[in-house]
């Protein structure tokens, strides 16, 4: 088994894109392949010491799932099957997919929902990130310190700064994941 697992929930397909960029960046022995949480086996992605987690946020800051209008299961299905998970001296780090020009109100507030949902159960959240160089009126992804909770994305206003942005965060949370990138 991979050290690290590699989970996303996806709508569009964007964000199964940033986690197969992941992926592709490591061997198979440091990051599982990556995988919708729709296919995930709760024991399955408890057991991992490293997870980094991607959603994007549907709508008014949704994460995905049924009462989203998506077509397949995703994190608002999962999360209640791993709320009574321990999840202490686990790592994880968090990518969230938004849209900063079409919702400024709401930008990457799935985020947001992740970080509260691992935090509440004990994981070691890292990846941090700032907010400069992204224009949004609020999100419940900025943390107390004045930085995203994870790594923003903006695939839709934003995509030529994806690569250069995911590369500067997995070599920013490397150590946290002892990681060669």
């Known amino acids: 088994m991979a050290r690290i697992g590699l989970f996303f929930g996806s709508d ?91 919702y400024p ?9 992740l970080y509260e949902f691992f935090s509440e159960r004990g994981a070691n959240i890292v990846g941090s990130w700032p907010t400069d160089g992204y224009e949004f009126n609020h999100s419940e992804a900025v943390g107390e310190d004045g930085k995203f909770v994870g790594l923003a994305l903006d695939l839709d206003n934003q995509s030529n700064l994806t690569e250069e942005r995911l590369n500067a965060w997995l070599s920013q949370i490397a150590g946290d994941f002892d990681l060669n990138v």
């Not at 986690?19 to 729709?38: C, H, R, S, W």
């Not at 946020?57 to 099957?81: Q, R």
């Not at 109100?105 to 985020?111: R, Y």
């Open 12 to 102: 569009t397909g964007k964000t199964r894109k940033v986690a197969k960029m992941i992926g592709k960046k490591f061997d198979e022995q440091t990051v599982a392949k990556p995988l919708n949480v729709n296919r995930a086996d709760p024991d399955e992605f408890a057991s991992y010491e490293f997870l980094i987690l991607a959603t994007p946020t549907l709508g008014e800051g949704l994460l995905p799932g049924l009462s989203a209008d998506i077509e397949d299961e995703s994190w608002e299905e999962f999360l209640p099957k791993i709320e009574d998970k321990d999840f202490s001296g686990k790592t994880v780090a968090l990518i969230g997919l938004g849209d900063q020009v079409g």
């Open 105 to 113: 109100d709401e930008f990457v507030d799935a985020l947001g929902e």
